[in-house]
């Protein structure tokens, strides 16, 4: 454990210092931009190795897995939900997580809306287009703007994307396209949505350049540790 400690640490300083550069390249602040640390291939003992070096925004892209790990991890720790939810796992999630990155449909919106709680959600949103992509199409997400207006329990914070698995410059116009749907949002009144999750190991530093407020990171962080 403690070799999968310090690997771990060097690798967090490696992305810690891309991130902070790339902020400094896009004249933004470090704090603007959180990372989460997406746990989906490691096991919640060496999950459990993160909050220890000072990591405490988890991501897990199933439901079921988030359920286990967060029962073994400690309590300080802020579960982001970045994959998709189940409108029959909704009241099991809802309590664990911190912030759910995708919300891909109309109804489990409104299913969050019924809860008897607030939940802060991001809007998933399919700029590039592709087929095997979730999420809303930009026009869609238009579309609902007099939906989202009227949603009480339900807080839409930002939005996030998945990049075409592309090389990191080319996934650039997806990031700038979330920023504008984002910007259009805010112009529509909805000054709450201000977040962009965008940003995964191959690309993370031009989206950091696009804006983006969450990166997730996976394999990146991982290499050599599991
Ligand atoms: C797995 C995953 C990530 C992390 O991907 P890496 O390329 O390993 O950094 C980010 N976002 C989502 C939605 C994922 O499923």
Redesign the pocket.
Known sequence: MDDFRDKLRANLDVVEKRITNACARAGRKRSEVTLVA?T?TITPGIAALLPELGVLDLGE?RPQELWRKAAILPNNVHWHL??HLQRNKVEKTLPLVHLIHSIDNARLLRSLEQEDRSTDVLLEVNVSGESSKQGFAPTEVMQLVPILRELKQVHIRGLMT?APLQNAEACRPTFAGLRHLRDRLREQGLTAIEHLSMG???DFEVAIEEGATFV?????LFEGVS
């Open positions: 997406v989906k892209n970045i994959g998945m995964m190991s191959n997730r990171l996976g394999s990146v």
